[in-house]
């Protein structure tokens, strides 16, 4: 089963803008990853952040944690074409040890 | 290349047919992952190995499934008498500490 969900679904903005994705998920966890697929492709590792961590940079990346509200947010900053993919949100749950739980993601697509 | 590869990248097979895939981690990685990511869906959790021992399986890898990683090096992910519902992509991860490297993934198709 899958731990997190992605909000929105889908997003659609124009180059340039900013795009925000939320993850929501439902047991306490050691860290927290936001992973990019391009489309029938392979997970790229973006970002992980440590469940005593509430904020971290990666270039255009912000990511936010708040444990107590069990959500997260990856904000793209001046977004470009070649963001477009999909976004997943990934829990390594403190109960279950070494693994990745994923959220379905979130489809980005940037115009230009 | 020192990422994870994954071979084949895609697999069509009839139905009832036996398919093998395999995956070389990053060679100072301990750890290996399976998933399974089917169409819309973020990757779920088959099964994982520390060294050469598999150290959790989940409820998903029925009977018909089978994971090996013989001297704790690459993997295979064996599929007998695969079924329609098998279609999916097939990751594999490696891990070292907190990282994971996926790799590119086998798509298979069951026809």
């Known amino acids: 089963s899958q731990q997190g969900e992605e909000d929105p679904q889908a997003l659609s903005i124009q180059e340039g803008e900013n795009a925000t994705m939320n993850c929501s998920y439902k047991?306490?966890?050691?860290?927290l990853q936001w992973y990019r697929q391009n489309s029938g492709r392979g997970l790229v590792h973006l970002i992980l952040?440590?469940?005593?961590?509430r904020e971290k940079h990666s270039g255009r990346l912000r990511v936010t944690l708040d444990t107590s509200k069990k959500s997260s947010s990856l904000l793209i900053t001046a977004s470009r074409a070649a963001d477009t993919a999909s976004y997943f949100c990934a829990t390594e749950p403190m109960e279950y040890g070494n693994k990745l739980v994923f959220g379905a993601g979130t489809i980005l697509r940037v115009k230009s | 290349d020192t990422g994870v590869s994954q071979n084949p990248r895609h697999k069509i097979t009839k139905r009832g047919q036996n398919v093998t895939f395999r995956c070389d981690p990053i060679?100072?990685?301990?750890?290996l992952y399976w998933y399974r990511q089917t169409l819309g869906q973020g990757p779920e959790f088959l099964t994982y190995f520390q060294n050469e021992a598999q150290l959790e399986k989940s409820r998903l890898l029925s009977d018909r499934f089978s994971a090996e990683r013989p001297k704790g090096s690459f993997s295979t992910l064996e599929i007998q008498r695969t079924e329609q519902g098998d279609s999916a992509m097939y990751l594999c991860?490696?891990?070292?500490?907190?990282?994971?490297?996926f790799g590119s993934g086998t798509r298979l198709t069951v026809v």
């Open positions: 991860a490696s891990s070292w500490t907190d990282g994971y490297t």
């Open positions: 952040i440590r469940s005593n961590e």
């Open positions: 060679s100072e990685h301990n750890r």
């Open positions: 047991t306490s966890i050691n860290n």
